[in-house]
């Protein structure tokens, strides 16, 4: 009889508990058992891992073997476990024998097995080597991965009989060659550009509200006809924002490795775009599912949220938005599971003014009546639009704005504002914010904004005269403030004046026509 241990880490939520892969090899009849609170995929381990270790030219051992996966309580599951439950039975049967002996409790083992002994990609890996303290064993496809993690010490292996001859002590000879990087060298391992704001035209009062938002973490609700340039406009959000911190990225990481989505080496400096489609449910927006996966807003983590054609989302699914926006976590419940992400999300919304996408339109091709306007725009609830800091209108083009065929126009009229001069001025404006409160205005507290956001005499006589005239609520009374700050911020004033609240507002009121 004899015994042996292994190490490896589970996922629960965006934890990563260490999990002890204890083997046990005993007398009588021919059993493979694991117990542990194993998954469907752990449990049919038990063939990988026999074939794996036949084909690698190792002895199957009979008996009696037991894996244990500790602590019991935690549910398993993912073909994580297959290697360090084949390496557990190769020490426990002595075919194995590490060339120091502090080899084992020091390192920690992960990878699904092939049936040939091939160590096959498994999710995850990010949450497992940001929680790691030593050296971590992984797939040779998970190496980019774990790079994202940069006090992480990772070892690629191609097989079974790699990890095996690296206990040992023993070089393999060289292995098999990587996938070619992309040609360019170093400059093409960059992320792609992102689309350049001077790309559209015109639209100025659009592209200052979505520097507005991008400067203060706010946001958006663009409101305009079909190919006024809504969708272009959102596009080219990532590219007015900083590059992800370390510690950002390794957020953003973690929950797309967890979701089993491709972590790559762009993944560490830019900022996620999502933009789920508008049949989504609510499990695929919030999060959800028997072992409570991340959803949407969670995958949009540090980055942007588009959610386009809004009023054809179902209702209760943009009614699960409200918390999320509030308190920029989500906490998802499940039977089997609980688990809690992380959802600090910049929301950008776009809809059509009515049913058939025209209403106010110069061509008056708009027949829509009061009733299916009235029921179109109801989709969104009240609640929901309290929550969003910025609502603007998308008007149609004219062709010759389009063509760059009008006539001398004047100066500044031509002046076409890139995403790099655009981006300038939002870091600039996040930089005074950060060093006045720690976060954006977009995120301020309610505590800090009051002792913050002291506007002039003639400001404030202005926001309670609006305040009074549009019916704002508190909420929407806080978020003009915040607004204001971040126009101040823009134009790298200390003091917020009439001017500034007065964009703020005109940038809100819209909200009164939905």
């Not at 830019?270 to 599912?289: K, V, Y």
Request: glycine share 8%; charged share 20%; proline share 9%.
């Amino acid at each position: 009889m004899s015994v042996a241990a292994t190490y490896c880490r589970g996922q629960w939520g965006l934890t990563a508990p260490l999990v002890q892969v204890e083997v046990f090899l005993g007398a009588g009849l021919p059993m493979f058992s694991i117990v542990g609170l194993p998954a469907t995929a752990v449990k049919e381990s038990k063939e990988r891992v026999r074939a794996a270790l036949c084909n690698s030219g190792f002895e199957f051992p009979a008996g009696r073997i037991t894996v244990n996966l500790a602590p019991a309580d935690l549910p398993k599951e993912g073909g994580r476990f297959d290697l360090p439950i084949a390496l557990g039975i190769l020490l426990a049967s002595r075919q194995l024998r590490p060339a120091a002996a502090d080899a084992l409790p020091t390192r920690e083992y992960y990878g699904e097995l092939s049936l040939s002994g091939e160590l096959l990609p498994v999710r995850g890996l990010t949450l497992a080597a940001a929680h790691a303290g030593h050296e971590i064993i992984v797939p040779l496809p998970n190496e980019s991965e774990i790079r994202i993690v940069s006090e992480a010490r990772s070892l690629g292996a191609h097989s079974l009989l790699d990890v095996c001859a690296h206990l040992r002590g023993v070089e393999r000879g060289p292995r098999p060659p990587r996938p070619a990087g992309p040609p360019g060298g170093v400059a093409a391992a960059l992320p792609p550009p992102a689309p350049d704001l001077a790309d559209l035209r015109g639209q100025q009062l659009p592209k200052r509200a979505l520097l507005i938002a991008a400067a203060g973490f706010h946001s958006l609700l663009m409101s305009g006809p079909p190919g006024s340039g809504k969708t272009m406009l959102a596009q080219r959000l990532p590219g007015l924002l900083p590059a992800l911190s370390a510690s950002e990225a390794l957020e953003v990481a973690s929950i797309a490795s967890v979701s089993g989505l491709e972590v790559g080496a762009h993944d560490g400096v830019r900022r996620p775009f999502r933009a789920p489609h508008h049949t989504a449910s609510a499990n695929a927006l919030i999060g959800g599912g028997p072992l409570a996966r991340p959803g949407e807003v969670s995958l949009a983590h540090r980055g942007v949220l588009f959610l386009d054609e809004l009023p054809e989302f179902d209702r209760r699914v943009l009614q699960s938005l409200r918390e999320p926006l509030e308190s920029r976590t989500v906490m998802i419940s499940r039977a089997r599971a609980q688990a809690q992400y992380p959802a600090a999300f910049q929301l950008i919304a776009a809809m059509n003014p009515c049913p058939c996408g025209y209403r106010g339109d110069a061509s008056g091709r708009c027949r829509c009546t009061p009733a299916q306007i009235g029921a179109y725009c109801a989709r969104i609830s009240g609640p929901l639009l309290d929550r969003i800091d910025l609502f603007i209108e998308v008007p149609r083009l004219p062709v010759t704005d389009i063509a760059g065929s009008q006539p001398a126009p004047r100066p500044e009229a031509t002046m076409q504002l890139t995403s790099r001069e655009a981006a300038a001025s939002v870091a600039r404006a996040r930089q005074r914010q950060m060093q006045r409160s720690g976060c954006l205005n977009g995120e301020l507290p309610q505590s800090q904004l009051q002792a913050l956001a002291r506007p002039t005499r003639a400001g404030r006589e202005l926001l309670e005269q609006v305040f009074e005239r549009l019916g704002l609520t508190a909420r929407s009374y806080h978020r003009v403030l915040r607004v204001a700050l971040t126009i101040a911020d823009l134009a790298e004033s200390d003091i917020l004046g009439p001017e500034h609240i007065a964009e703020a507002v005109q940038l809100r009121r819209t909200a009164g026509a939905f």
